[in-house]
C-alpha cells in the first residue's frame, strides 16, 4: 500500500514554455502532498505544502507565480513549471501523507526536468 | 527554526563492514523517519520511531530514536554493495505534516 507515482519521469522542454507534473496517489486518498526539488548528490528540498481544495503553501524563496500547484481531487496534485529556464533543470519530487496526524510521506519516483 | 544534522556526509566502505549514521538537533520531534533513496528515484520509507529510546531492526539495519527525542542512528551491521545509496533522516514536527529532512548519508558500499 502507500504507493505514488509520478508522470512524466522525464520532461526536456524548451526555455520559455511551461510543464506540468502529475503525482498521483494510487492506493489512498492525501489529503495533504508536498513538491520538493533536489539538486545532484544533495538532499530534498521543500518547495510547497498541497492541501486538497485550498491553496498551496510555499516555502520561502519559492515563487508561487511561477510553480503553480493545484490539488483538486484527493488522488492528484500537479505541479506547472511556467516559463521554464535552464536554471529550473532539476529533479522534482512529490510525496503523499495517508491520512491526518501521519508523519510518514511517501514518495513519487520523481520527474527530471531539462530545460533547454 | 527545526534543524537536522546528520553525519557523515560521505561514507565509502568495504563489504562486510558496520557502520552508523547520524542524525542530530537541538529541537524535540514528535517522530523520526529515516528513508534510503536511490540514484533517479523518490526516497523509500525505511522505518518511523516514534518513542524516546526506541529501537527497531530491519534486518541488518538498527535504527535508534534518542530518549529525549532529538537524535537518531542508523547502524548497518555486515554492509553489503545493495546497501549503497542516499540515507535520510526527517524528523516530523514542522506544521502540516511537514518533515525537516538532514543533508543526508551518502554510502557506497564496495564489493
Known amino acids: 500500500g502507500a504507493v505514488v507515482s509520478q508522470h512524466p519521469s522525464r520532461v526536456i522542454c524548451k526555455s520559455g514554455t511551461s510543464v506540468k507534473i502529475e503525482c498521483r496517489s494510487l492506493d489512498f486518498q492525501a489529503t495533504t502532498m508536498f513538491w520538493y526539488r533536489q539538486f545532484p548528490k544533495q538532499s530534498l528540498m521543500l518547495m510547497a505544502t498541497s492541501n486538497e481544495g485550498s491553496k498551496a503553501t510555499y516555502e520561502q524563496g519559492v515563487e508561487k507565480d511561477k510553480f503553480l500547484i493545484n490539488h483538486a481531487s484527493l488522488t492528484l496534485s500537479t505541479l506547472t513549471v511556467t516559463s521554464a529556464h535552464p536554471e529550473d533543470s532539476s529533479f522534482y519530487i512529490c510525496?503523499?501523507?495517508?491520512?491526518?496526524?501521519?508523519?510518514?510521506?511517501?514518495f513519487g519516483p520523481g520527474t527530471r526536468l531539462t530545460v533547454t | 527554526t527545526q534543524l537536522l544534522e546528520q553525519s557523515p556526509q560521505f561514507l565509502s566502505i568495504q563489504e562486510g563492514e558496520n557502520l552508523t549514521v547520524y542524525c542530530n538537533s537541538s529541537?524535540?520531534?514528535?517522530?523520526l523517519q529515516w528513508y534510503r533513496q536511490e540514484p533517479g528515484e523518490g526516497p523509500v520509507l525505511l522505518v518511523t520511531?516514534?518513542?524516546?529510546?526506541e529501537v527497531k531492526k530491519l534486518k541488518r539495519l538498527t535504527f535508534q530514536f534518542g530518549d529525549a527525542r532529538k537524535d537518531s542512528s542508523l547502524h548497518i551491521t555486515a554492509a553489503q554493495p545493495g546497501d549503497t545509496g542516499l540515507y535520510l533522516c526527517?524528523?516530523?514536527?514542522?506544521?502540516?505534516?511537514?518533515?525537516?529532512f538532514g543533508a543526508g548519508t551518502r554510502l557506497a558500499v564496495h564489493p
Open positions: 526527517a524528523g516530523a514536527g514542522g506544521g502540516y505534516n511537514k518533515l525537516i
Open positions: 520511531v516514534v518513542t524516546g529510546g
Open positions: 529541537s524535540v520531534f514528535s517522530s
Open positions: 510525496s503523499a501523507v495517508t491520512g491526518q496526524g501521519r508523519y510518514e510521506q511517501y
